[in-house]
């Protein structure tokens, strides 16, 4: 179909009603593509081969579409890929290793809105510069150890709105560039001490509108990067002593819409050499 068009860089087939790709090799014949544009389509599936042959392709948009899941092999052999937009589809889960092996210049993966409840650990394997992870939206509960495992370059974790309960310690461990944590709107209650742990470029935690009712002292200790620290719109009804020590960097502190009534004289005097702290009361 498109084996005449050898200078293209860039074709968009969005906002039409493809329900599929049937024939693989469908792109092939397009040896300068850089960017593919599918979004807001009906397509459900997309069969490992269809986008063969694509050795420039630097961006591939699939948003918008109904996809419910994604085949081992379907991203393979796209060399210079960096951003694959898989956001507002219907992906329920990522169950297989390796789903997006054969990328190995992927730095954006966005897979925000969908309805993913389980990442299979090593799905993201073989990912050596992704740099931006994307999972906002989604219907996540749990989040096994090793599931980020293997991502040296990842800058940015979103897994905001979704429904997770609790982060083991050691789940985000081996994420040495990590600067950007967001965690804001899921059911968390507790966080254990070491969650936060081997995290030594770590900037901004987002874990606003959850349901934590504690912080133990320690909790957020040997993160000396960090500036940012939003715990806004929780259940925590005091504030101990050495809860917010060992944070040399940090420079705005939210606590408001939460219950405290208890402020020990330690904490309000680590508090007090914070530049911008807001603490305020649930109205």
Same mark, same amino acid.
């Given at each position: 179909?498109?084996?005449?068009?050898?200078?293209?860089?860039?074709?968009?087939?969005?906002?039409?009603?493809?329900?599929?790709?049937?024939?693989?090799?469908?792109?092939?014949?397009?040896?300068?593509?850089?960017?593919?544009?599918?979004?807001?389509?009906?397509?459900?599936?997309i069969t490992p081969g269809t986008l063969?042959?694509?050795? =420039?392709? +630097?961006? @591939?948009? &699939?948003?918008?579409? *109904?996809? $419910? !899941?994604?085949?081992? #092999? %379907?991203? /393979?052999?796209?060399?210079?890929?960096?951003?694959?937009?898989?956001?507002?589809?219907?992906?329920?889960?990522?169950?297989?290793?390796?789903?997006?092996?054969?990328?190995?210049?992927?730095?954006?993966?966005n897979l925000r809105n969908n309805k993913?409840t389980n990442i299979t650990p090593g799905?993201?394997?073989?990912?050596?510069?992704?740099?931006?992870?994307?999972?906002?939206?989604?219907?996540?509960?749990?989040?096994?150890?090793?599931?980020?495992?293997?991502?040296? =370059?990842? +800058?940015? @974790?979103? &897994?905001?709105?979704? *429904?997770? $309960? !609790?982060?083991?310690? #050691? %789940?985000? /461990?081996?994420?040495?560039?990590?600067?950007?944590?967001?965690?804001?709107?899921?059911?968390?209650?507790?966080?254990?001490?070491?969650?936060?742990?081997?995290?030594?470029?770590?900037?901004?935690?987002?874990?606003?509108?959850?349901?934590?009712?504690?912080?133990?002292?320690?909790?957020?200790?040997?993160?000396?990067?960090?500036?940012?620290?939003?715990?806004?719109?929780?259940?925590?009804?005091?504030?101990?002593?050495?809860?917010?020590?060992?944070?040399?960097?940090?420079?705005?502190?939210?606590?408001?819409?939460?219950?405290?009534?208890?402020?020990?004289?330690?904490?309000?005097?680590?508090?007090?050499?914070?530049?911008?702290?807001?603490?305020?009361?649930?109205?």
């Open positions: 179909m498109f084996s005449n068009l050898k200078r293209l860089t860039e074709l968009s087939l969005s906002n039409n009603q493809i329900t599929r790709i049937r024939q693989p090799g469908t792109f092939s014949g397009l040896p300068n593509l850089e960017t593919l544009n599918l979004s807001n389509n009906k397509i459900t599936n063969k042959n694509l050795p =420039k392709l +630097t961006v @591939l948009w &699939l948003e918008g579409n *109904q996809i $419910t !899941d994604i085949q081992s #092999g %379907t991203f /393979s052999n796209l060399p210079k890929l960096k951003t694959l937009h898989l956001q507002k589809n219907q992906i329920t889960r990522i169950r297989q290793p390796g789903t997006f092996s054969g990328l190995p210049n992927l730095e954006t993966l993913i799905t993201l394997k073989n990912l050596p510069k992704l740099t931006v992870l994307w999972l906002e939206g989604n219907q996540i509960t749990h989040i096994q150890p090793d599931t980020f495992s293997n991502l040296p =370059k990842l +800058t940015e @974790l979103d &897994l905001q709105k979704n *429904q997770i $309960t !609790d982060i083991q310690p #050691g %789940t985000l /461990s081996n994420l040495p560039k990590l600067a950007g944590l967001y965690l804001r709107s899921n059911n968390i209650t507790d966080i254990q001490i070491g969650t936060f742990s081997n995290l030594p470029k770590l900037t901004s935690i987002t874990l606003g509108f959850n349901q934590i009712t504690d912080i133990k002292p320690g909790t957020f200790s040997n993160l000396p990067k960090l500036t940012q620290l939003f715990l806004h719109s929780n259940q925590i009804t005091g504030i101990q002593s050495g809860t917010f020590s060992n944070l040399p960097n940090l420079q705005k502190l939210k606590l408001t819409s939460n219950q405290i009534s208890v402020l020990s004289q330690s904490a309000y005097d680590t508090l007090a050499s914070i530049s911008t702290v807001a603490i305020g009361c649930r109205r």
